[in-house]
């Protein structure tokens, strides 16, 4: 992430990419009250692409998305988009950037998520590893010249 991110796009960004598992963990056993502003639903978002990464954009293709939008108790309104069908997941996200919007920084939730986010990088930096293990250089020889 670079500085020009708001610590909520930093987490709203964790989340995203964490699967259902590591959301429930977050979560926990107790289920804080909320209401359902918007039930979880489904629908396809463009994706882009970058031609050699930095490039220019392109459209790739469509994705299946899942937003939902609820209210906790306390007044707090929180937001989910996850890439897929995962209803469940997309209302326990919500609730987590509710939370997450009231707890201190310093909280342990805040904790929490960046833990996740020390193992999303590392799960990252793993894969690119292992892919620049495979990369293989090629070069042209030129004869008589």
């Known amino acids: ?14 989340l995203a990419r964490a699967s259902r598992a590591e959301i429930v963990e977050l979560v926990g056993p107790h289920m804080p009250d909320h209401e359902v502003l918007k039930a979880p639903e489904t629908g396809t978002v463009m994706v882009e692409g970058r031609a050699g990464g930095a490039g220019r954009r392109f459209n790739l293709g469509e994705a299946t998305m899942t937003r939902c939008v609820v209210r906790l108790h306390d007044g707090a309104m929180g937001f989910s988009y996850a890439l897929g069908r ?29 833990a996740l986010s020390d193992r999303q ?16 250089d090629f070069f042209t020889l030129v004869r008589g010249a």
Request: glycine fraction near 2%; charged fraction near 30%.
């Open 86 to 114: 995962d209803a469940r997941k997309a209302r326990l996200a919500a609730i987590l950037d509710a939370r997450l919007q009231v707890e201190a920084p310093d909280g342990a939730l805040h904790r929490d998520i960046d």
């Open 1 to 14: 992430m670079t500085a020009e991110h708001t610590p909520r796009q930093r987490w709203m960004a964790i």
């Open 121 to 136: 990088n590392a799960a990252r930096d793993l894969a690119s590893r292992k892919a620049a293990a495979t990369k293989v």
